[in-house]
């Protein structure tokens, strides 16, 4: 043996190190147990929050339009919306109230409060951002950036967003997989 090492280091028994081994298995496994079931709590935690207002539940996620209702007009998926995601309207919002997007053929901003009721108060209605190229807006287009700053509240219901006016406008959106493409 070599000289720097304690002579006790090489006396364990067999049983001694078959159950230091059989020890540091079981910290290992309830280590592993704990970090999934971590992750079933996050995952509930996640749910939780789409069934609730206000920004943590809203912002931070792309929506899609999926039906749009304003001054008697009714807006509801066509089979071009699910081909043509460029042309389809989303919102996206952030913590600071920016709310930004596509209106369908063009890229809108606006700046909003969300409270945590989901009480919406505009600061900035949502209008055409400047670019060079823009298009000719669309009937749902226009409705779309009409029906916006009509809307009062928010709430989710599972994948699901909806944005209600006190005059009726409603506007509803499925939370997208993955974030639209850029308008041109």
């Known amino acids: 043996m070599h000289r720097l090492l304690p002579q006790t280091l090489f006396s364990a028994k067999p049983t001694t190190i078959l159950r230091a081994g059989i020890l540091s298995l079981s910290l290992f496994c309830l280590t592993q147990a704990g970090c999934s079931s971590n992750d079933a709590h996050q995952a509930e ?17 792309q929506w899609l339009l999926d039906s749009l209702f304003v001054d008697g007009r009714e807006h509801k998926p066509r089979l071009l919306w699910k081909k043509m995601w460029r042309d389809r309207p989303y919102l996206g919002c952030d913590k600071l109230g920016f709310v930004r997007g596509s209106a369908g053929s063009n890229p809108y901003l606006g700046k909003f409060r969300l409270d945590d009721n989901g009480s919406i108060k505009w600061l900035k209605p949502p209008k055409i951002s400047r670019m060079v190229g823009r298009r000719d807006s669309s009937e749902l287009e ?21 944005l209600e006016g006190n005059d009726g406008t409603r506007l509803e959106f499925r939370q997208a997989s993955e974030a639209p493409p850029a308008a041109r």
């Not at 789409?50 to 943590?56: H, L, P």
């Open 45 to 61: 935690a996640s749910q939780a929050a789409m069934t609730q207002t206000g920004s943590s539940a809203i912002c931070d996620r």
């Open 142 to 162: 226009q409705d779309f950036l009409l029906a916006l700053p009509l809307v009062t509240h928010a709430h989710t219901q599972g994948d699901l967003l909806i």
